[in-house]
Each structure stands twice: as C-alpha cells, then as structure tokens.
C-alpha cells in the first residue's frame, strides 16, 4: 500500500515523486508506461534530431484530420520514457510572461498569479548564471547558456536586431519581447531532463517504487475516491493501492485519456464508448489547444558549419562525437533551437502573441524526413490562439491512441495573426546580417507573397510546435475539470498535475511552466496531508494556503 501514486513519470511526475518522496515516513509509487532514460540519445542534446527521425521514446501520436490544415493530420510527439516529454524536447528553457498567469489568476484561480508562481520557477531552478530578481540557484533543475553556440544563431540575433527588435539577453527576466539566445536545461553539455533533474539522483529511495513498462489503464474508484491504479506491464493486469491520493501526471493528451477510460468525463461521450460513468465531468477533454507553427526554410549549401547532410557536415560530425565523448563539448550540445525571439503580430499588441525558433539546420517535417545538403530555418508560432478542440476516446480499449482534435485555425484570427507573423520573420531572415551569405527560400514558400498565397503555404505546411495543453482545465466553472488546488471537481484523492491543467496555454515553450506546476502541486499535496493529519481542534486554527 503506498500513500501517493504518480502516473506518468514525465515532467510533472519526475518532480511529485521526488518532492512527495522527500518525507521518508510516505511511500510513493511512480507507475510510467515508457521505459528508463538510460539511452545516450536522450543525454547527448544533439540526438534529439534522431529521436526526432527515429520515433524512439515517443506516442507518436497523430491528430484527427485538421480542416484548417486543408484536411492533413498533424503530428503530436509526446515521450514515452522517464522524464517524459523533457527527454526528447528541444530543452529551452522558457517560462512564459508574467501576464499568463495573472489571468490564470484572474479567472479566479487562486494563488496562481505570476507573483504567486514565481517563488516556483525559482525553487525548481540552479540557474548557472547567477541569482537575481527573477533567477535561483540551487534548485533541482539546472539552467545554462549553451556552450558551444553554432555562429550562425548570433548572426540571427544580428537580423533581428536590423529589423527593428530589442536584443533580448534574458527572455525569462524583465520583458520577454525581442530577440536573442535561448538558456537551456543542460548541464555539463548533456540534456537536463526532469527524471535527471528530479528522479534519477532519488532512485535510491527506500520509499520510492518506480515502476516502468507499466501502462495505467484504469484510475480505481470506490464511490467517488481514488483508492488505486490498474496497470499493464508485460501482457500482466495488476494494481497498486494508495491510501491518500492518486496523482495523474500523464500530459495534456492522456490524462484526459486515463479520466475518460476510469470512468470520469462526459456522460455521453462515455456511454457512447461503452464505459459506465463513475462520474459525468463535461469539461475532460475539452478546450484542448496547441500552440501551432509554420517553418521557412533557407537553403544555404555553402555554409557547411550549419548542419546538414553533405561530405564536410559528416566530417563535421564525426569529429564532434569525439569532442562530445571526451569534453562534452562542440557541435553535439547544440539544442539546434538555439536562437529566438517573441514578437507582435501588429504594433497594438500589449504583449507578443507570436513566437520564432531559429534553428541551425534544415527542418522539413518535424525533423522526419532526411534533407540534404545544409541551411537554417525559422518557426513561428501563435502564442495564445483562440481555437479550441478536444481529446476523446476512439474506443474502450486503453491500449489504443485518444482522438486529437487541436481544432487548427479553427478561429479565423489564429490564421491572420500567423501570415502577419510569417511576414514578420521573413523580414528577418532577409536582413543583411543573414542576407549576405546568400541563402534562398526553399521554392515552397518562396511562391507564398500574397497574404492568400502565405496563407495556403501555412495551411499546407503548419503544424504543433509541441506544447497541448488545457485538456483538464483548472477553473470552478461547470466545464472545469481541476480546482486551484488541482483536486478533480468532485472527486476525493485525485488531481491532476501536468499541462492540461493550463486554463490557457503560456506564451511560450512548456517544460518549465509544467515543473513550476508540479512544484507548486507538491507544496500544496504536502499542506493538504498535514491538514489532514491536524486533529479537529488544531485544524480550525490552522491555515494550508500555498
Ligand atoms: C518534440 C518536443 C519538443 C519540445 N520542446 C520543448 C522545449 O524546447 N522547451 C520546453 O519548455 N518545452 C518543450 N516541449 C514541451 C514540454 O516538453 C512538455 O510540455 C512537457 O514536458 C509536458 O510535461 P507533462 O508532465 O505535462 O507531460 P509529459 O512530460 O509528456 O509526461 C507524461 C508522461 O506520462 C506517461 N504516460 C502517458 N500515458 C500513460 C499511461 N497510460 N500509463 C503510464 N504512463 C503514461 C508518458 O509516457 C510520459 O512519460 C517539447 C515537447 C516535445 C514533444
């Protein structure tokens, strides 16, 4: 019997189990479907480009088709492994802006304003550069400038700074807007994943189960409290009891999949599955959204120190596995995202709504398929777009993938917005800072001038930049799923701690907003067991706000 089970051993469930693992007096069980990070692909950063082409690690999951996308399915890379989605993202380090979580808060949240969250950011974070006013040190989760930056994202900093924007030295600090490097969750030149930053280091824990290979079909419920987990692991039905909580922590696409297969969701939906309704929950899966990108690319097969396929880029790159084996040093620490920059759309913005990554190789189909020869490319994404869809059951049966449904360009602003922005970021990449060495567009967007013609190319072309969220929205409305304290409406023992608890996605990459979550959930889980705990008397006096 343990008194905490995790599922999901991901970005938020790294941290619960380590934070909820602290207290040697509670056991905790971690129960992931993947396997362990033991892989060098996931610890030396460049590989994420195999991991990318491999499939290794990853759901692999596909949308429903998107009618914005003119009928495609996107794709939706999810990781299978400890650490989850942090052992095969591009590990930028990026919180958001400070306005995301203010109007979390104002929507009623209670102590999830950005005052409120961010003593967490901060708590979770060893920033290598130094503490400040917006920075720590000595947390679990270690922050770091890149060390051996490829020259060509500086030159895109340079075009930034031509077309007009701030040269941004810390997109977490002051004001995010403008162009610059990116920090990342390295350390010693390899990835810093959650499960390295928060599990791995704790594995020795007496009390503390981690269970891999084990895929949860099923949250067990005795009337309306969690009192379980029903899992698979090789061919096998078994179950783990918990006597105080289940923590779900399976990401924005399954752990609405996990609620919906135990039970917890829309009536209707359910029945129509076959699943008897423990509990009707309209909001499951609902307001499901994604930050959603189109890349340009430039051809510049002269310029062999950018990645590519080509005889000196192979010589290149054996030299760097070398370097990397020996120094942990060179090419191999690229995170290839090593540059950005948060922009407006139009000058009356308040904030920036759109997002560019400026990646020092040719990127064509989220890294999936092979192209020769060398070049850079750009995204851009919508920061908060207004589309909205869902994630739902295609059966009963909890081995098979959810319906993903981003809904795309669902709203009609979300599609302005981008061909404003691809706008904006061709402009950059035609400064002469970047210009000069003689690129050109790849032939598939350069035929995109007009604003209809930019549009087809994105409708044609665009797709997730990874980050779904907002599945099991935290709110007190009728189609809200969690509570400010991320315990599921209605429900005793279960909360729900991961990216669908965002009522709207950050305005930017995800990872550490998600930790921040979970640093924030563990405080509060902690507060809740001592209160708990507190006989009648005591407890009337006492206060468990965090
Ligand atoms: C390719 C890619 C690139 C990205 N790049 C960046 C970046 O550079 N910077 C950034 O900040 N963010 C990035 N992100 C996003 C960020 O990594 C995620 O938002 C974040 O990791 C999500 O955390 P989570 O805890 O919500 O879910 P996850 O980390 O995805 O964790 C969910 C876990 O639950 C497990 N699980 C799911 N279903 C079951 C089940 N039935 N039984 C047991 N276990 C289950 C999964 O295997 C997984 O380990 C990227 C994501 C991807 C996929």
């Known amino acids: 019997m343990f008194d905490y089970i995790v599922i999901g051993g991901g970005s938020a469930g790294c941290v619960l189990a380590s934070r909820l693992s602290e207290d040697p007096a509670v056991q905790v069980c971690l129960i992931e479907a993947g396997g362990t990070d033991k892989s060098v692909l996931i610890h030396c950063p460049a590989a994420v480009a195999v991991l990318a082409k491999t499939g290794q690690s990853n759901w692999k999951f596909s949308t429903v088709p998107q009618p914005g996308l003119n009928g495609r399915s996107g794709y939706q890379p999810r990781g299978k492994a400890l650490g989850g989605s942090s052992s095969v993202n591009a590990m930028i380090y990026m919180r958001g802006q400070r306005e995301d979580y203010d109007h979390w808060a104002s929507l009623g949240n209670t102590g999830w304003s950005y005052q409120d969250v961010l003593p967490y950011f901060k708590k979770a974070e060893h920033n290598e550069r130094g503490a400040d006013a917006f920075h720590a040190t000595g947390g679990p ?13 500086s030159v895109f900093v340079e075009a930034g700074r031509q077309a007009g924007y701030f040269v941004n030295t810390d997109f977490n600090g002051a004001q995010q807007d403008g162009v610059g490097m990116h920090q990342v969750t390295h350390k010693n030149g390899e990835r810093f994943s959650a499960a390295k930053a928060y599990l791995t280091p704790k594995l020795g824990r007496s009390n503390l189960q981690v269970i891999t290979g084990a895929h949860t079909t099923r949250i067990l419920m005795q009337r309306k409290r969690a009192t379980g987990v029903e899992f698979l692991q090789k061919g096998q039905l078994k179950q783990v009891n918990a006597n105080r909580e289940v923590l779900l922590c399976g990401g924005a696409i399954q752990s ?3 609620l919906m297969l135990s039970g917890i969701g829309p009536r209707a939906h359910l029945q129509a599955m076959g699943i008897a309704t423990l509990h009707d929950l309209p909001g499951v899966g609902k307001n499901f959204h994604d930050h959603v990108d189109v890349v340009q690319v430039v051809n510049a097969p002269k310029l062999t120190d950018l990645f590519g396929l080509s005889l000196p880029g192979s010589i290149s790159a054996v030299k760097a596995i070398f370097e990397w084996r020996n120094h942990r040093r060179g090419m191999l ?11 407006k759309s139009q000058a009356s913005e308040p904030t920036p709504d759109l997002q560019l990554h400026f990646v020092v190789a040719k990127l064509v189909d989220h890294g999936r398929k092979t192209v020769f020869g060398h070049g850079y490319s750009c995204h851009v994404c919508l920061l908060r777009p207004l589309s909205r869809g869902s994630v739902k059951l295609a059966n ?47 032939p598939r ?8 013609q930019i549009e087809q ?9 990874y980050h779904p969220a907002g599945s099991c929205r935290m709110g007190s409305g009728d189609m809200d799923v969690v509570d400010s304290r991320l315990r599921v409406h209605g429900l005793h023992g279960l909360r729900v701690v991961d990216a669908s608890i965002m009522p709207r996605l950050v305005s930017g990459n995800t990872n550490a907003p998600v930790i921040m979550i979970a640093e924030k959930a563990a405080d509060m889980i902690k507060a809740d067991a001592q209160d708990a705990a507190q006989p009648l008397q005591s407890k009337s006096l006492a206060t468990t706000s965090v």
């Open 141 to 153: 989760l270690n922050v770091m400038d890149l060390r051996s930056p490829n020259r060509f994202s």
């Open 256 to 258: 609405p999949q996990i």
């Open 333 to 343: 620490t690229t995170n290839y995202a090593e540059a950005g920059g948060f922009i």
């Open 396 to 442: 009963k049966d909890p081995m098979a993938a959810p319906l993903i449904d981003p809904n795309f360009f669902d709203e009609r602003d979300d599609v302005d917005r981008l061909v404003r922005g691809f706008k904006l970021m061709r402009n950059i990449l035609w400064q002469p800072a970047l210009a000069s060495y003689g690129g050109s567009e790849t």
């Open 445 to 452: 967007s350069a035929k995109a001038e007009t604003d209809q």
């Open 457 to 465: 190319f994105i409708r044609d072309h665009a797709d997730s930049i």
